[in-house]
């Protein structure tokens, strides 16, 4: 008998929030493929609302929009997990608060590869403080 190892993040919680259909659904597709347990929301209020949410290990949210004020209610509400944020050109600003929190920003068109490595960067970020 053959044994498979399982991926070490495997059922790892993730959130996904990102109002276009298309690309959400391709992105919870890609990362249910490698073993993540994500839950994709069309809105940060949908994210909010859903109090599975609190449990994700890291969240994937669009910047654009309401996604930092997302992230902020998220952080308020006592969740503590890493960020992967998603946008273009983000102000200076921007850039030292996710230093801060340990956040990592992304190109909103990253693909799958610097995507899977920010999240898992971002977990291990998380585990390696606690």
Do not use: F, K
């Not at 990362?31 to 994937?60: H, K």
């Not at 200076?92 to 956040?103: I, T, W």
């Not at 995507?115 to 403080?129: F, K, W």
């Amino acid at each position: 008998m053959t044994s498979h190892p399982i991926p070490p993040h495997d059922g790892i919680a993730v959130s996904l929030v990102d109002g276009d259909p298309a690309l959400r659904r391709a992105r919870q597709i890609m990362l249910l493929s490698e073993a993540y347990d994500v839950r994709s929301y069309a809105t940060g209020a949908a994210l909010l609302a859903d109090p599975r949410s609190r449990a994700a290990a890291c969240i994937v949210v669009d910047i654009g929009g309401s996604g930092m004020d997302t992230l902020h209610a998220m952080r308020r509400s006592g969740w503590r997990g890493g960020a992967i944020l998603l946008g273009t050109a983000p102000a200076p600003a921007l850039v030292h608060a996710a230093e801060r929190n340990g956040d990592r920003l992304l190109d909103r068109a990253a693909g799958d590869a610097p995507l899977l490595t920010a999240i898992a960067g971002s977990i291990a970020g998380r585990r390696s403080e606690g």
